[in-house]
């Protein structure tokens, strides 16, 4: 079994009117200004699967600016799931400064079958108020009903890319530690988070966070995998590729080239996943 645990689709909306959407979100207009900017319908990701071998996806929302935007959005992945309920899990995204209008939004949406938020972009700026105003509330929902936060995650050095943030790990720890009971998913690895486990307080603190391997070939040399294998523990490592940013081929191919054990190459593909799909309340 492979289930992809990091995917984006859009609704034909945005995919047919890309630039009126650029005009209303800074942020989408930061990833997807350029026609080259891959943007994936539901279909579209099925298809892919289906060629690539791949049973099970979770797909991502967007982080938008307002409340609205992913009420919109929203709605489409959850039509997605519901369309195909055997092949796609949903992540939703709410805007935290909107306060208790995005709790609202939250709930509305895991009622209707998301097992949680994500792909949430956390800046530096917005930390502090959101922290102070919503978090708790939040992490709070999610705990209470077991289910997930993806958060994208940064390295703090390396190359710049559009979209890197910066929701580092010296920003991404103090968040894990205030709400250690919340599954947390850390995309790109967690930009880097895995390698400080070799320190005592930080392994006891990601008890409870998995990490993601999507877009992997763009940040790290393959052997990520098995450094990380050897780092955390081996069933908190998922595989996703961040689809339509490449093509599954391009993230499946650094894994099944490894010299790795086919256990482990196996729980990473999707064994991980479907144990931690398994635990959701919600699935």
């Given at each position: 079994?492979?289930?992809?645990?990091?995917?984006?689709?859009?609704s034909p909306e945005i995919i047919h009117n890309r630039k009126k959407y650029i005009a209303l979100d800074a942020g989408f207009a930061e990833l997807y200004n350029q026609p080259t900017a891959h943007?994936?319908?539901?279909?579209?990701?099925?298809?892919?699967?289906?060629?690539?071998?791949?049973?099970?996806?979770?797909?991502?929302?967007?982080?938008?600016?307002?409340?609205?935007?992913?009420?919109?959005?929203?709605?489409?992945?959850l039509e997605a799931i519901a369309r195909y309920p055997q092949?796609?899990?949903?992540?939703?995204?709410?805007?935290?400064?909107?306060?208790?209008?995005?709790?609202?939004?939250?709930?509305?949406?895991?009622?209707?079958?998301?097992?949680?938020?994500?792909?949430?972009?956390?800046?530096?700026?917005?930390?502090?108020?959101?922290?102070?105003?919503?978090?708790?509330?939040?992490?709070?929902?999610?705990?209470?009903?077991?289910?997930?936060?993806?958060?994208?995650?940064?390295?703090?050095?390396?190359?710049?890319?559009?979209?890197?943030?910066?929701f580092t790990p010296e920003h991404i720890y103090p968040f894990i530690t205030r709400f250690p009971r919340l599954k947390i998913v850390l995309a790109h690895w967690g930009g880097g988070l895995p390698f400080y486990n070799l320190m005592p307080e930080v392994k006891k603190a990601l008890a409870n966070t998995w990490f993601d391997s999507a877009a992997s070939p763009f940040l790290y040399d393959p052997s990520i995998y098995s450094y990380v294998s050897k780092l955390v523990d081996v069933t908190h490592i998922l595989f996703g590729s961040d689809y339509p940013l490449m093509p599954h081929s391009r993230a499946l191919k650094d894994i099944h080239t490894l010299a790795i054990s086919n256990e482990l190459k196996q729980a990473i593909l999707g064994a991980n996943a479907d144990k931690l799909l398994d635990g959701l309340h919600a699935k």
């Open positions: 079994m492979i289930i992809d645990s990091h995917t984006h689709i859009f943007i994936a319908s539901a279909e579209d990701l099925i298809d892919s699967m289906d060629n690539a071998g791949i049973d099970m996806s979770i797909v991502c929302g967007f982080a938008w600016a307002s409340t609205a935007l992913c009420h919109e959005e929203n709605n489409y992945i092949r796609l899990f949903g992540l939703v995204t709410i805007c935290p400064k909107d306060g208790l209008s995005a709790l609202s939004e939250l709930e509305r949406c895991v009622h209707s079958g998301a097992i949680g938020l994500g792909e949430m972009r956390p800046s530096i700026d917005s930390l502090d108020s959101a922290f102070d105003n919503l978090w708790a509330h939040i992490a709070s929902f999610l705990t209470e009903h077991g289910l997930l936060c993806l958060f994208h995650a940064s390295e703090p050095i390396g190359h710049l890319y559009p979209g890197k943030g910066n």
